[in-house]
């Protein structure tokens, strides 16, 4: 085994090695720091090629960033992002100007003006639907004088249900079909009159890869002009790869309206820890409480005071090495080969679903030993026989790896 002394230092491991919780299966507690930290690198070595249950990228090209972090010495430095990327302030050592940089190199891909565009980068998916939740729920009450009601599918991803606990809003789940999308019908049978309604839309759905159709949704609340409405985008990972292909006008608000929207910046971009990001308009942000603060010499629009200052860095970096054109082969090679995944799912006779856009191939529960060796997540649904598992498509998982995959399930089947 690798000894902890002779790869402390090398920034690629260590990048991986922050990215994976390693749970229950990991070894017992050993009496050495390094040795401790071996057998954490092993375990990851030796699961993360074959982690295609959920939404994360595990060809993390941060080495570079590493290098330079303890090449430089920054590495030494607390550095805190409090404050507003777009007002930076020089009392804290941060990132601002970075994280500002980020969030003017996203906002054109999703239809947002840079001229009206403001936005941070995010601790998770989770954090950006909770500032879409939040900051949807104070412009309708400002702009109404009553607190909304949320509409959300009740296939959506739990945090936006938690989220309405939390901020105490009203909230109803909308009935979604079969593929995982809102109803139109059951929203407009679900509607209430006479108070705003704060939608959020499903842009992948957690399990199926469901895509909420805006178009149909939207025509429903056009029905009733007395409701005034304000429109989130849940596109923790479709957000992260749909506008590098054909399918790039789904995320464009030019296309169809919404008013903020939050991506995942750990699912597609690579990160190797929770992080994402949030972007809405100026005037959104406007009709906010500003909540001045003198010490940071501003309006504190955002829920968070200290940020992360690295994790902008890193997405600088990450969007400085791989560009348009990197992002852009990524994206399209995924929905290949989720494509050829689900072509050789029928083949096979094995049932199995792939959604419109989507890198998620979702199909009938193979045998355990299957489903724990490749990390696959569970779901039931009576409409589809029962038992589900599925595997999301992302850079990490090759053909090569695919094909392995293929070659256990014929053989147990």
Same mark, same amino acid.
Request: glycine share 8%.
């Given at each position: ?68 972090l303890v090449?430089?010495?920054?590495y ?66 400002? !702009? ?15 945090s ?10 009203d ?65 923790a ?16 608000r ?12 750990? !699912? ?16 959104? !942000?406007?009709n906010?409480?500003?909540y ?90 009576? !409409? ?10 992302m ?19």
């Amino acid at each position: 085994m690798l000894h902890f002394k002779s790869w402390k230092k090398t920034a690629g491991i260590l990048a991986v090695a922050l990215s994976v919780s390693y749970g229950a299966a990991f070894a017992a507690p050993s009496d050495t720091v390094d040795e401790r930290l071996d057998q954490y690198a092993a375990y990851i070595a030796e699961r993360k090629d074959k982690d295609f249950g959920y939404p994360i990228n595990h060809d993390i090209q941060l080495a570079g960033f590493y290098q330079w972090l303890v090449d430089s010495g920054s590495y030494a430095a607390m550095v805190n992002n409090a404050g507003d990327p777009f007002h930076p302030h020089g009392e804290i050592m941060n990132t601002l100007n970075f994280e500002r940089e980020v969030i003017e190199f996203f906002g054109p891909l999703y239809g947002f003006d840079t001229n009206d565009l403001w936005g941070l980068v995010t601790f998770s998916g989770t954090d950006g639907n909770n500032h879409g939740i939040y900051f949807g729920a104070k412009y309708l009450e400002k !702009k109404t004088g009553k607190k909304p009601v949320l509409y959300v599918s009740d296939a959506a991803h739990y945090s936006n249900m938690r989220l309405a606990d939390l901020q105490n809003l009203d909230m109803v789940l909308v009935p979604a079909d079969v593929h995982g999308c809102m109803i139109p019908a059951e929203l407009e049978k679900a509607l209430k009159p006479g108070r705003p309604a704060l939608m959020v839309y499903a842009m992948g759905t957690t399990f199926k890869g469901g895509v909420d159709n805006q178009d149909a949704l939207n025509a429903v609340l056009a029905k009733h002009p007395d409701i005034v409405v304000y429109r989130h985008v849940d596109a923790a990972l479709f957000g992260g790869y749909l506008p590098y292909t054909d399918f790039r006008d789904a995320v464009n608000r030019k296309v169809h309206p919404f008013d903020s929207i939050a991506v995942s910046g750990h !699912k597609f971009f690579g990160m190797d820890e929770p992080a994402g990001i949030f972007l809405t308009t100026m005037e959104v !942000k406007e009709n906010q409480n500003p909540y001045n603060v003198s010490y940071l010499d501003g309006s504190m629009p955002m829920i968070n005071c200290s940020r992360s200052a690295l994790s902008p860095l890193k997405l600088w970096y990450i969007i400085k090495r791989v560009g348009l054109e990197g992002f852009t082969e990524q994206a399209n090679g995924m929905l290949e080969r989720a494509a050829w995944l689900k072509e050789q799912l029928d083949e096979m006779g094995w049932p199995a679903w792939l959604e419109p856009m989507s890198n998620t191939v979702y199909f009938k529960r193979p045998a355990e030993a299957i489903a724990k060796k490749y990390d696959l997540a569970p779901d039931h649904d009576d !409409k589809l026989g029962g038992d589900l598992s599925h595997i999301v498509v992302m850079q990490h998982v090759t053909k090569e790896r695919l094909q392995n995959f293929l070659d256990d399930l014929a053989e147990a089947k």
